[in-house]
């Protein structure tokens, strides 16, 4: 049994090149047209050509998840261009920030806003569009570990992470009726891997954020200041080894959206090595004592088919 979307359609928003650009090529190799999506116009252009690339179909669709009538525009660009929408992924979102300290009242509020209105108005309009054709449709809003639990310097990513997670559960609620299933999907510092990525930064390379400064980074000095964490030596802290690649992510995002998951609607899916349901006082063993994972299925098949050609 194979997983297929097959005759599918998706919209992905916020496609910037790590995560969002991963999950779009992943509905797309499973077999759905996908719609590609950001503020970014040059950033949702060069995820749906990365999906060209690697043999699958996709356009770009540009705009403010926060805009309503922007919004409502690119749904209509998409239903115009595909015919329908089957798969939302909300991933579109303001990452980085500040411990509750030094966190401005404007980074704070335009980041709830784009996590608040970027799930509420892609969902409440897309989801329309499924009631409306009696499509029974897949809806994904991408949270983070940091909705779960504390982390220090994130204070308005770890309050609308925290809101992702119980809007997946009410919004599951007012779609099944119409057999439109929602949930929610915790991704955990992965490591990126699109080939633009590395070949731009580095392999592993840290992205820039907007805002830098997060999980316990620089505060001011006064003296009064704490340090937010430990510094030095850490044991391992994930069970497996890895929290993986937006790889890992886009295939159990793509299987999420499948009809092979019908029955799963309100749920939050992890996929972080067993980092998340680490107790507190456990640490790992050294990763040189684990079996590890099975070796990576990739999706991005770009320098496959460089080499078939040359
Ligand atoms: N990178 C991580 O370590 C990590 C961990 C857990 C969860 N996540 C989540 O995964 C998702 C993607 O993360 P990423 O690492 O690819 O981040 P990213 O910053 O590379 O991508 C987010 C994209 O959203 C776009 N965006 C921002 N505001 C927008 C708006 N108003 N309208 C449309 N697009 C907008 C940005 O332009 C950007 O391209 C986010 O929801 C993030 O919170 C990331």
Known sequence: MDISLEGKVALVTGAGPNIGSGIALALARYGAKVACNDIDVDAAKTAAERIERNGGTAISVPGDVTDEEQVIGYVQAVVERFGQIDILVNNAALLGGKGVLDESAEFFG??????????????????????????????????????????????????????????????????????IRVNSFTPTAPTPDNPD?????????????????????????????RPARWTGQRPPMVPMGTTGTPTDIGHCVAWLCSDYARLITGIDLVVDGGARAKNFAY????????????????????????????
Not at 119 to 141: C, D, P, Q, W, Y
Not at 297 to 309: H, K, N, R, S
């Open 110 to 179: 335009r980041a709830v806003e784009v996590a608040a209105l970027g799930n509420f108005l892609n969902t409440k309009h897309v989801g329309r569009h499924m009631a409306e054709n009696g499509i029974r449709g897949s809806i994904v809003a991408i949270s983070s570990s940091n909705g779960w639990s504390g982390s220090a310097g994130v204070i308005a990513y770890a309050f609308h992470k925290g809101g992702v997670n119980n809007f997946v559960r009410a919004a599951a609620m007012d779609l099944a009726p119409y057999g």
């Open 197 to 225: 990525l590395i070949a731009e930064r580095g392999a592993g390379g840290v992205l820039e954020r907007p805002h830098r400064h997060g999980i316990g980074g620089e505060s001011g000095t006064e003296s009064w200041r």
């Open 283 to 310: 640490f790992p063993a050294a990763a040189a004592d684990t079996a590890g994972p099975l070796p990576l299925i990739p999706l991005d098949i770009t320098g496959e088919l460089d080499q078939e050609v040359s």
